[in-house]
């Protein structure tokens, strides 16, 4: 039976860190990043008025400022692939000053957990993961047996043992002045609400190649002669492909960039999102706007946003390869992705907007 979130104390036995911040260590990719708003609402509810703050990196920073119930983002470049040992001592005296009664690290790995021991922090609760005894003094098991990663974030926010209570969606909040303005700058469609052209935002990035869908540039050039304004959307890798995308029609925009925030208010202007399945489709469907979600080599139980989306896209080849989860297609063939015809995903683009439609108020 799922329960509540209720009232609890905060640690192992409770105590003085009780009325103290709480600091989330969370997932750095950006989709991940947006799962961590559940773990913030679900401390929220059990202890209302008590800061949540979420250590950040400079890339996914700017998601804090629209995450409700969010105090601010501790923002520190880590690496990913080496321990670092003078900048954890650095984030840790940082960590220190704050004053943190706790902290949740979401990572299982080893140094994930190494700035809130070295800064002091009282609870330092998280999964053993690599052996992490002493790291953590509230360590958690069965990690095996919550096989999706936003299960275990959230197992973290409640008591010990605690059933997990229906997961509140994660909510990134755009106000409506920030996306006029940012309508104005970029010299964008005021959208369908305003009487201006319907806008599609196309993210056609992943991490890995297989993720990535095989025709967002015919789908773009179709969607601009049906009189779509289209957006391509996402970081320096996508630079390339979204100038060759802009180069076939005048009304497709390049709006990659190094700057997420970019992003994040371009896919809240939008009309419909068509994405991979990448951290922009978390970005989408967390603020609300209606998306469609491409899957190949991944699986959308595991992966999909907690939010609803309006449609998840797969290949209706019968591919016994997939799910592989790999990020290079081991077979050569890319047919999860490949075998997904533009008309398909071009027909749930416009199921989504006209339902949209249909639900808005007369």
Same mark, same amino acid.
């Given at each position: #039976?799922?329960?509540?979130?209720?009232?609890?104390? @905060?640690?192992?036995?409770?105590?003085?860190?009780?009325?103290?911040?709480?600091?989330?260590?969370?997932? #750095?990719?950006?989709?991940?990043?947006?799962?961590?708003?559940?773990?913030?609402?679900?401390?929220?509810?059990?202890?209302?008025?008590?800061?949540?703050?979420?250590?950040?990196?400079?890339?996914?920073?700017?998601?804090?400022?629209?995450?409700?119930?969010?105090?601010?983002?501790?923002?520190?470049?880590?690496?990913?692939?080496?321990?670092?040992?003078?900048?954890?001592?650095?984030?840790?005296?940082?960590?220190?000053?704050?004053?943190?009664?706790?902290?949740?690290? #979401?990572?299982?790995?080893?140094?994930?957990?190494?700035?809130?021991?070295?800064?002091?922090?009282?609870?330092?609760?998280?999964?053993?993961?690599?052996?992490?005894?002493?790291?953590?003094?509230?360590?958690?098991?069965?990690?095996?047996?919550?096989?999706?990663?936003?299960?275990?974030?959230?197992?973290?926010?409640?008591?010990?043992?605690?059933?997990?209570?229906?997961?509140?969606?994660?909510?990134?909040?755009?106000?409506?002045?920030?996306?006029?303005?940012?309508?104005?700058?970029?010299?964008?469609?005021?959208?369908?609400?305003?009487?201006?052209?319907?806008?599609?935002?196309?993210?056609?990035?992943?991490?890995?190649?297989?993720?990535?869908?095989?025709?967002?540039?015919?789908?773009?050039?179709?969607?601009?002669?049906?009189?779509?304004?289209?957006?391509?959307?996402?970081?320096?890798?996508?630079?390339?492909?979204?100038?060759?995308?802009?180069?076939?029609?005048?009304?497709?925009?390049?709006?990659?960039?190094?700057?997420?925030?970019?992003?994040?208010?371009?896919?809240?202007?939008?009309?419909?999102?068509?994405?991979?399945?990448s951290g922009l489709l978390h970005v989408a469907a967390?603020?609300?706007?209606?998306? @469609?979600?491409?899957?190949?080599?991944?699986?959308?139980?595991?992966?999909?946003?907690?939010?609803?989306?309006?449609?998840?896209?797969?290949?209706?080849?019968?591919?016994?390869?997939?799910?592989?989860?790999?990020?290079?297609?081991?077979?050569?063939?890319?047919?999860? #992705?490949?075998?997904?015809?533009?008309?398909?995903?071009?027909?749930?683009?416009?199921?989504?907007?006209?339902?949209?439609?249909?639900?808005?108020?007369?």
């Open positions: #039976m799922q329960t509540t979130p209720d009232t609890y104390s @905060i640690g192992p036995d409770g105590g003085a860190e009780a009325g103290r911040p709480i600091l989330l260590v969370p997932y #750095m990719w950006i989709g991940d990043f947006v799962r961590c708003h559940t773990v913030v609402r679900l401390l929220n509810a059990r202890f209302p008025g008590r800061p949540v703050d979420i250590l950040t990196s400079t890339n996914t920073a700017p998601l804090v400022d629209y995450m409700p119930g969010a105090r601010k983002g501790i923002v520190w470049d880590l690496p990913r692939r080496r321990l670092a040992l003078g900048l954890q001592r650095g984030l840790a005296a940082r960590l220190r000053a704050e004053g943190y009664g706790q902290s949740l690290v #979401m990572p299982r790995t080893w140094k994930a957990a190494l700035a809130p021991f070295l800064a002091g922090i009282p609870v330092r609760t998280g999964f053993a993961g690599e052996a992490r005894f002493g790291l953590l003094n509230d360590i958690r098991w069965g990690e095996k047996a919550l096989p999706r990663m936003v299960d275990r974030c959230a197992a973290l926010a409640l008591p010990r043992g605690a059933p997990l209570p229906e997961l509140p969606l994660p909510q990134l909040r755009v106000p409506a002045g920030e996306i006029t303005a940012w309508r104005g700058r970029n010299g964008v469609s005021a959208g369908v609400p305003a009487g201006g052209r319907r806008v599609a935002a196309l993210a056609p990035g992943a991490v890995g190649p297989s993720k990535r869908w095989s025709y967002y540039a015919e789908l773009a050039v179709r969607l601009a002669g049906e009189g779509f304004e289209v957006w391509v959307v996402g970081g320096p890798g996508e630079r390339d492909i979204a100038a060759q995308m802009a180069a076939r029609h005048p009304a497709i925009r390049d709006l990659t960039g190094t700057d997420l925030r970019n992003a994040i208010v371009a896919l809240a202007a939008a009309d419909v999102v068509i994405s991979n399945d967390a603020i609300g706007t209606p998306s @469609i979600g491409i899957f190949g080599p991944t699986s959308p139980w595991h992966w999909a946003p907690l939010n609803p989306i309006s449609a998840v896209i797969q290949a209706a080849t019968d591919l016994p390869c997939r799910p592989c989860h790999e990020p290079v297609c081991r077979l050569l063939h890319h047919g999860c #992705m490949r075998d997904i015809p533009v008309e398909a995903v071009a027909a749930a683009t416009h199921a989504a907007l006209n339902a949209e439609a249909a639900a808005a108020p007369r």
